[in-house]
């Protein structure tokens, strides 16, 4: 059973920086599965941020991240990233990593949280004004 670890996560003042990063506990031999980020503000549902293909690399964003967030990955380190830039207090939220079924043979990747099976533990971003 793989298993996701997040890390990274902290206190920043709005406008600032984070970067996040999910490493997978084992090595996963598969390229057509899709690796990405959701996250979950109190009182919120939880939404999907940002996610990638392993394979071919292509990205899916939300509306509300475009052009502050980049997601990006070491595949042979099974690990992803966030990077996350001029942070605004909205984007306060216990934040996790989550991939699709690694067999899956997915040839896009879409924020549709049905889609992916196995959750990290979350790692919680708080942006202060």
């Known amino acids: 059973q793989v298993q996701l670890v997040e890390s990274g996560g902290g206190s920043v003042e709005a406008g600032g920086s984070l970067t996040l990063s999910c490493a997978a506990s084992?090595?996963?031999?598969?390229?057509?599965?899709?690796m990405g980020w959701f996250r979950q503000a109190p009182g919120k549902q939880r939404e999907g941020v940002a996610v990638i293909h392993r394979g071919g690399g292509t990205t899916s964003y939300a509306d509300s991240v475009k052009g502050r967030f980049t997601i990006s990955q070491a595949n042979a380190k099974n690990t992803v990233y966030l990077q996350m830039n001029s942070l605004k207090p909205e984007d306060t939220a216990m934040y996790y990593c989550?991939?699709?079924?690694?067999?899956?043979?997915?040839?896009?990747?879409?924020?549709?949280?049905?889609?992916?099976?196995?959750w990290g533990q979350g790692t919680q971003v708080t942006v202060s004004s």
């Open positions: 084992t090595y996963i031999p598969s390229t057509t599965y899709c």
């Open positions: 989550a991939t699709t079924p690694p067999y899956s043979f997915r040839t896009y990747c879409d924020l549709a949280q049905s889609n992916y099976g196995t």
